[in-house]
C-alpha cells in the first residue's frame, strides 16, 4: 500500500539521486520559506519571495516537461491526477503575475500572497500523498534515479518567473524553455545588480530588466509556445493580451 512520501525515509525514497528524494527536498525547502515569509517585512520580505519564486518556477516546469509526461504514460489516471496539479501551476503562475504588478505595501499584495501560499501547500499535498506516491508504486529504483537526474537537470536550466501565457505541457513548454530561461535568470542578476548599487547605475539596471520582461512577454505569446495543453490550464489573461506583459508596475 502507498503512503505519503513525506514520511518516508531517503531510502525507502530510492536513494538520493531518486526524483522523490529530490522532489521533498525542494518541498521541505518551499516550507521554509513560507514560514520564513510570515515573519517578515520589508526588503527582507521581498527578497524570501524572490526565493521562492526561484525555487518553486524551475521545479514546476522541470515536473511538466520530464515527469508529467512519463506519469500520464505509466499511471491509469496520470491523465487526472497530472492535469490537477498543472491546474493549480497555472493559478499560481497568474496569481503571482499579479503579484509582481502589485505594491508590496497594498493590502491587495498580501491578499494575493495568501491565495498563492494555499495554492502552494495544496500542490505539495497532491504530489507528496497522492501523485508521487503513485509513481513510487509504478517504478523500481533504477527509473526512479532516471527520472531524478532528468528533472534535475531540467531544473538546473529552466525558466525561473512566472510565465502563464506558455502552455504547461510539451511541446510549448519545451520550445519556450531556451529564450525563457535566458531572459528569467539575466534578469535575476540584473536585479541582483542593482540591489547593491545606487544611484543612476541602479535605475539603469533596472530599466534594462524592465526591458527584458517586456521581450519575454512578447515571446510568451509566440503560438508555438502556448501549443499542447490542456484547455483548462489556458491563460485567462484578457485572451493573453501581449500588451500585458507581467512588468512590474513602479
Known amino acids: ?34 514560514h520564513a515569509i510570515d515573519g517578515a517585512t520589508g526588503a527582507r520580505r521581498q527578497d524570501l519571495l524572490n ?12 515536473e511538466e516537461s520530464v515527469l508529467w509526461p512519463v506519469i500520464r504514460r505509466t499511471l491509469p489516471d496520470g491523465e487526472a491526477v497530472t492535469l490537477r496539479i498543472e491546474q493549480e501551476h497555472q493559478q499560481i503562475n497568474e496569481l503571482w503575475t499579479e503579484l509582481e504588478k502589485t505594491d508590496p505595501d497594498d493590502t491587495r499584495h498580501r491578499d494575493l500572497w495568501r491565495r498563492i501560499e494555499t495554492l502552494l501547500r495544496e500542490d505539495v499535498r497532491d504530489e507528496e500523498d497522492v501523485l508521487l506516491p503513485k509513481l513510487q ?35 510549448g513548454n519545451v520550445a519556450a524553455a531556451a529564450p525563457l530561461t535566458v531572459l528569467d535568470r539575466g534578469r535575476d542578476r540584473l536585479d541582483r545588480w542593482s540591489r547593491h548599487t545606487g544611484g543612476a547605475k541602479s535605475q539603469g539596471l533596472r530599466a534594462v530588466s524592465t ?12 503560438p ?27
Not at 538546473?156 to 506558455?166: G, L, N
Open 137 to 171: 508504486a509504478a517504478l523500481d529504483r533504477n527509473r526512479l534515479t532516471a527520472l531524478g537526474v532528468a528533472w534535475e537537470a531540467v531544473r538546473r536550466i529552466a525558466p525561473t518567473r512566472p510565465h502563464p501565457v506558455v502552455a504547461r505541457r510539451p511541446p
Open 224 to 250: 508555438p509556445l502556448t501549443r499542447g495543453e490542456h484547455p483548462s490550464t489556458a491563460t485567462t489573461r484578457s485572451e493573453a493580451d501581449p500588451r500585458d506583459d507581467g512588468v512590474p508596475k513602479s
Open 51 to 62: 526565493e521562492v519564486a526561484r525555487l518553486v518556477f524551475p521545479h514546476a516546469f522541470a
Open 1 to 34: 500500500m502507498t503512503h505519503t512520501i513525506a514520511t518516508q525515509s531517503t531510502a525507502e525514497l530510492g536513494g538520493r539521486a531518486s526524483v522523490l528524494v529530490r522532489q521533498k527536498r525542494d518541498h521541505v525547502e518551499l516550507d521554509r520559506l513560507l
Open 211 to 222: 526591458g527584458l520582461a517586456r521581450l519575454a512577454g512578447a515571446i510568451e505569446h509566440i
